[in-house]
Nanobody
Framework: QLQLVESGGGLVQPGGSLRLSCAAS????????VGWFRQAPGKEREGVSC????????NYADSVKGRFTISRDNAKNTVFLQMNSLKPEDTAVYYC????????????????????WGKGTLVTVSS
């Protein structure tokens, strides 16, 4: 069974940091580009970051540039999202998703029309 499982969410104060993980099971992630997306209450899902299958190319939404860093460890079949200087507006459910063959190239790189999705992890930024 092909699965993506996110972890690392939680409650953090403004200015704090969290590291999200996206672990794959049932398939090898190193053939896939992986993206992080988020959906805040009452808002549409938005793309946050994307990393190519090799890790050589990364893209970020303007709202997180300079604060978030995406990385991957293909040996561990895992992709990470390091989130620093968190703001209340970063509060959302964060999802990871994977795509093997690009369908579209845009501001978020090739992370459009994703093939597989995780179930999400909640990040709450509040004092």
């Amino acid at each position: 069974q092909l699965q993506l499982v996110e972890s690392g969410g939680g409650l953090v104060q403004p200015g704090g940091s969290l590291r999200l993980s996206c672990a794959a099971s049932g398939f090898t992630l190193d053939h896939y580009a992986v993206g992080w997306f988020r959906q805040a209450p009452g808002k549409e899902r938005e793309g946050v970051s994307c990393i190519s299958n090799s890790g050589s190319s990364t893209n970020y939404a303007d709202s997180v540039k300079g604060r978030f860093t995406i990385s991957r460890d293909n040996a561990k079949n895992t992709v990470f999202l390091q989130m620093n200087s968190l703001k209340p507006e970063d509060t959302a459910v964060y999802y990871c998703a994977a795509i093997i063959k690009p369908k579209f190239v845009g501001p978020l790189g090739i992370c459009y029309g994703m093939d597989y999705w995780g179930k999400g992890t909640l990040v709450t930024v509040s004092s």
